[in-house]
């Protein structure tokens, strides 16, 4: 499942990154592995149909995993449906659609990665 997948992107690339300095090279290694293998599942499987707060989900594993496997086609595609994504979900008072604190919090978060990490 994509959704599934952003999350594994998120928190592997987050692990490897933190702890970078405490990890043997070859779990390292792997990790990279692994993150490239399912962002490239997760490129071919965006969400669309879906919408909402997965193809969010799936705009920031996108624009992580290509900073953090330096491709630069993930990132302008994670970036490309965050441009959309935001346009559709957000209200002109900043509210999301779905009218759900939870769901406006984590989009919002979601957002704020993205955007720390194009900078």
Known sequence: ???SVCLRILNWARYDS???SRLDETFRKEI???VYKNAAFLSDNVEHGVG???????AV???VAGVYANERAWLRQGYWIFERAGEDQFFED??????SPMYHLIVCQRFLTAVDLLE
Do not use: K
């Open 1 to 3: 499942m994509p959704h």
């Open 18 to 20: 933190l702890f970078a």
């Open 32 to 34: 990279r592995e692994f």
């Open 52 to 58: 909402g707060n997965h193809l969010i989900e799936n």
């Open 61 to 63: 594993a996108l624009v």
């Open 94 to 99: 900043g509210g999301h659609i779905e009218r």
